[in-house]
Nanobody
Framework: QVQLVESGGGLVQPGGSLRLSCVAS????????MGWFRQAPGKEREFVAS????????AYADSVKGRFTISRDNGKNTAYLQMNNLKVEDTAVYYC?????????????????WGQGTRVTVSS
């Protein structure tokens, strides 16, 4: 069983930046495709971004394209989500997830491992 632990959330003003990290407990992380999802208050959890095991391919939700960047460092068993130009509507709990066999990048049931989430609040 792989554990994923997110960090980096917090309170930020609109237009600000945060970088979220997701650390995996096992080196098998390097073979997983990784995704970031978020759940805003009163809403369903939604796809944010994904990255293949080798970082060769990424995908983003339309709402974050051009503002968020997903990356990974397999040597550190860590995935990142750099969030720039944050908006109030980005307020949510952000979750990282790992996918053993590549499936639909935005399809939550196709992810095998999930973190507990880190809260991001964008407010002035």
């Amino acid at each position: 069983q792989v554990q994923l632990v997110e960090s980096g959330g917090g309170l930020v003003q609109p237009g600000g930046s945060l970088r979220l990290s997701c650390v995996a407990s096992k080196r098998t992380f390097s073979s997983y495709h990784m995704g970031w999802f978020r759940q805003a208050p009163g809403k369903e959890r939604e796809f944010v971004a994904s990255i293949t095991w080798n970082g060769a391919s990424t995908a983003y939700a339309d709402s974050v394209k051009g503002r968020f960047t997903i990356s990974r460092d397999n040597g550190k068993n860590t995935a990142y989500l750099q969030m720039n130009n944050l908006k109030v509507e980005d307020t949510a709990v952000y979750y990282c997830a790992g996918q053993v066999a590549m499936g639909g990048v935005a399809i939550q049931p196709e992810y095998d491992y999930w973190g507990q989430g880190t809260r991001v609040t964008v407010s002035s």
